[in-house]
């Protein structure tokens, strides 16, 4: 169980677009959804919590309004990255908690974003 | 100093060895730390969860949680070539909210050589 999907899996984009990565959750609900960036060589770092229905908190330096997180229902949070540069550039991943109240995160298989 | 602390390595060992993997913290209200296995271009994927101190073993992986020193460890018994990947520390706490957000630590890449 604890299985959580990510789509797609890669993604080369122009600079100026956006990009739409989605996070699923396929066998359980989750109320809280995460979303990490991860540089080479470097650890996750937090980008936003994504609670169902309600808006997106995020961590201080994370831009909202490029960063867009919807979390419509208890299996789906979508992250889209707009008007993406290449600094942009990096490996996108989401994670997702059962309930409030669980402490272990259970993480996807991750985004590679490459922006020209 | 930053949250939790991890050597980020490279660890080299034969097809075998005992493996033993560690990350200190300097948060006290950590309570619950768990060890994620990510292979390259991959997801973290959970591999052992330990809430407060103790030790915990599930197969090859055993880990130890030391809260009166801030330390935990994971230790990988006849490791195998398949091992090789970068093993991440996390963390977290009640934070009253109920959001349980995790800390990591950078994470230890090691190689188990055939």
């Known amino acids: 169980g604890a299985v959580v999907s990510q789509h797609p899996s890669r993604v080369i984009c122009k600079s100026g677009t956006s990009v739409k990565i989605e996070c699923r959750s396929l066998?359980?609900?989750?109320?809280?959804m995460f979303w990490y960036r991860q540089f080479p060589k470097q650890s996750l770092m937090l980008m936003a919590t994504?609670?169902?229905?309600?808006?997106?908190?995020?961590e201080q330096g994370v831009e909202k309004d490029k960063f867009l997180i919807n979390h419509a229902s208890l299996t789906l949070s979508t992250l889209t990255v707009t008007s993406a540069h290449p600094e942009d550039s990096s490996f996108y991943i989401c994670?997702?908690?059962?309930?409030?109240?669980?402490?272990?995160?259970?993480f996807g298989p991750g985004t590679r974003l490459l922006v020209l | 100093q930053k949250e939790v602390e991890q050597d980020p390595g490279p660890l080299s060992v034969p097809e075998g060895a005992i493996v033993s993997l560690n990350c200190t913290y300097s948060?006290?209200?950590?309570?619950?730390f768990m060890w994620y296995r990510q292979y390259s271009r991959k997801g973290p994927e959970l591999l052992m969860y330990?809430?407060?101190?103790g030790n915990k073993e599930d197969g090859r992986f055993t880990a130890q949680v030391d809260k009166s020193s801030k330390y935990i460890s994971l230790f990988i018994r006849d490791s195998q070539p398949s091992d090789s990947a970068t093993y991440l520390c996390?963390?977290?706490?009640?934070?009253?909210?109920?959001?349980?957000?995790?800390?990591f630590g950078k994470g230890t890449k090691l190689s188990v050589i055939p």
């Open positions: 994670s997702a908690r059962r309930t409030p109240f669980q402490e272990t995160q259970y």
């Open positions: 066998d359980f609900q989750a109320t809280t």
């Open positions: 994504s609670n169902e229905g309600s808006k997106a908190t995020y």
């Open positions: 948060n006290s209200a950590f309570q619950y």
């Open positions: 330990t809430y407060s101190s």
């Open positions: 996390a963390m977290s706490a009640n934070s009253g909210a109920g959001s349980y957000q995790l800390t």
